[in-house]
């Protein structure tokens, strides 16, 4: 285990993927002999959460988590510059590879055609779950951190929807996609560029399963910690008391009237909301028993006029 006392340069030399911990956490290299409490203060990195990630990318079996050590400020400011490398650099770089390696360009090549619209496909779910932490996640932490805490959400929320996405965007997706190249691909390819795509393919899925893996062995542990400090409150966001109001809907039983009124089928939602088909059908009866309403134009009713949806914006045909 690495330790604040060690020379930053020896860390590297002994673990060179602590290289992208370094540029995550916004560490410059050019650091001489210094130690990495010495590095981390330059640039008012939180030392024992760096440390924390270091030691967990390169001995995850080993490691044992103080979560009360953890800055999830500097935490979040880690994950969220992971997300932008991924989604800016990696994923794109791999992308161009892949054109170029198997000849998109030539007509007819339906394999070809394929292999990008999945790789995209892919991609874009990615996309979508990185902006939901980015967005919902995130922001809620900063609110406990500011002493707010409002609505039923938690943070084993976040923690079931991301277990149940590691697996299909990790686990599934990308080895789909290497099972087709590596199996099926025709060997019209250039096979030297069409390999060094497929070894990214790789390397981006052990560095995503990593990513994934700190923010449930990491992240959300701090999380909870947080969490103990401010109970869930019995107000929702306008200040109107949940326990004495029986309409009171929650900001997700919310999100998923919206989908509702909009047409989309439980499994929609549940993809769009990265929630599990269960847990919208529960949404769903919790939100026809507060409302005593169980017709879709009767909810459809009730969003316009609580200005939940925009009738105009509504497809009525």
Avoid: W
């Amino acid at each position: 285990m690495y330790k604040a006392s060690d020379k930053m340069c020896d860390l590297i030399r002994g673990n060179h993927e602590s290289l992208q911990v370094l540029s995550r956490f916004g560490l410059p290299l050019g650091f001489g002999d210094k130690t990495v409490a010495e590095v981390c203060a330059e640039q008012h990195v939180h030392t024992p959460t760096f440390l924390a990630v270091v030691n967990y990318k390169s001995q995850p079996e080993d490691f044992v988590l103080r979560a009360a050590d953890v800055s999830l400020d500097t935490l979040m400011n880690y994950l969220k510059r992971a997300h932008v490398y991924f989604l800016d650099f990696c994923l794109p770089m791999i992308r161009r590879k892949l054109i170029e390696a198997i000849n998109c360009g030539t007509e007819n090549n339906k394999m070809a055609f394929l292999v990008i619209r999945f790789f995209d496909e892919y991609v874009l779910e990615v996309k979508h779950h990185m902006e939901h932490e980015d967005k919902r996640v995130f922001n809620y932490v900063s609110d406990l951190q500011n002493g707010v805490r409002t609505g039923d959400y938690t943070i084993e929320t976040f923690a079931r929807q991301h277990r149940a996405v590691d697996d299909m965007h990790i686990e599934t997706k990308l080895s789909e996609l290497k099972n087709v190249i590596i199996k099926y691909y025709p060997s019209t390819a250039n096979n030297e560029l069409l390999n060094s795509a497929l070894f990214d393919i790789f390397t981006c899925e052990n560095d995503l399963a990593l990513h994934c893996c700190i923010e449930d062995n990491l992240f959300v542990p701090a999380v909870r910690l947080l969490e103990q400090q401010f109970p869930l409150a019995a107000t929702a966001r306008d200040g109107v008391d949940a326990a004495d109001n029986p309409e009171t809907l929650s900001d997700r039983e919310k999100e998923v009237l919206v989908e509702i009124v909009n047409g989309l089928s439980n499994k929609a939602i549940a993809e769009k909301l990265f929630i599990s088909v269960h847990t919208v059908v529960t949404h769903r009866k919790n939100i026809s028993r507060k409302l005593n309403i169980h017709s879709a134009a009767g909810l459809t009713i009730y969003a316009i006029a609580n200005n939940l949806v925009d009738l105009k914006a509504l497809n009525m045909g």
